[in-house]
């Protein structure tokens, strides 16, 4: 594996629109669909950006816009956001085998060796790996880890779906049953474009509503991310100083809307339709 080492984090609009021009050549398909036989090979590369520094007004606004309190220790999924900008390089780099624009994040997973604080700066690094069958198509998952004088502290393990035909597909599992509602949160028609803002996470299926429909949403959906964060602010003062959080991302939160969220203390907890009980997050922690 190859190492390559940035003086700085990318900056996203650039990345951005080098993501669309990829997608374009596929505009005769359904986007987010590849009718071409599965690639095998992700790049061999981990990309590293040393000494980030949390900028602590970003902080306070996802904090707010994700309903944290407002503190110098980092949400479990604030190191996310910090490391977008090198997935997004990564994704969006020549050699990679899918465009970014319609790869679905189905799954997240974020394990926290201790607490950390926005003093601390972080050395981050990003790679792709394990390219494999799923039901719909392909996925694989992007592993970032940051580590603090040369400590590992956080991981986090994105995986993504690029949907199309395959010969070799995985087997279905069964479908999780939500527990109990707790609470009910209304979601707003902002949500998509505020968690872009504060996270540099921008598709246009989040925060535009024609983005949403080229993607075969009626309107726009919430970011995965988002709903993580938002169900871990819940449970704040009740999570560990070091724990391991996966959820599994099953069906959009289209944006207006209403969510019902549960919790089973240290075991699952959940986001699902409060009147059909179709779930949109299920989560555990261990």
């Not at 700066?121 to 592993?143: I, Y």
């Not at 598709?203 to 871990?232: D, E, V």
Request: proline share 10%.
């Amino acid at each position: 594996m190859s190492i390559v080492e940035l003086d700085g984090p990318p900056e996203l609009g650039p990345l951005y629109r080098r993501a669309a021009i990829r997608a374009l050549p596929r505009i005769g398909l359904v986007p987010g669909t590849d009718r071409r036989p599965p690639i095998q090979v992700l790049p061999d590369v981990e990309l590293v950006l040393r000494g980030v520094e949390v900028d602590r007004s970003r902080l306070a606004d996802y904090d707010r816009v994700c309903e944290f309190r407002l503190t110098d220790r980092l949400p479990v999924t604030f190191p996310h956001v910090l490391a977008t900008p090198l997935a997004m390089r990564l994704m969006t780099s020549a050699d990679f085998p899918y465009p970014v624009v319609g790869l679905v994040h189905v799954a997240n997973k974020i394990t926290q060796l201790r607490p950390l604080d926005a003093n601390e700066r972080l050395d981050l690094s990003v790679r792709a790996v394990d390219l494999r069958p799923h039901e719909r198509g392909r996925q694989f998952d992007v592993v970032a880890v940051a580590t603090v004088d040369g400590e590992e502290v956080w991981r986090d393990v994105s995986t993504y779906l690029r949907r199309g035909r395959t010969p070799d597909k995985a087997p279905k599992t069964a479908q999780d049953v939500p527990p109990p509602a707790s609470a009910t949160w209304r979601v707003t028609p902002r949500i998509g474009v505020d968690y872009a803002r504060v996270s540099g996470d921008r598709n246009p299926i989040h925060t535009s509503r024609l983005g949403a429909r080229l993607f075969g949403f009626p309107r726009p959906i919430a970011h995965g991310m988002w709903s993580k964060a938002r169900c871990l602010a819940a449970m704040e003062g009740r999570l560990p100083d070091a724990y391991t959080v996966e959820v599994a991302f099953k069906r959009p939160i289209l944006l207006p809307g209403t969510v019902a969220f549960s919790a089973t203390p240290g075991e699952t907890f959940a986001l699902h339709d409060p009147k059909s009980g179709a779930p949109h997050l299920i989560g555990t922690m261990s």
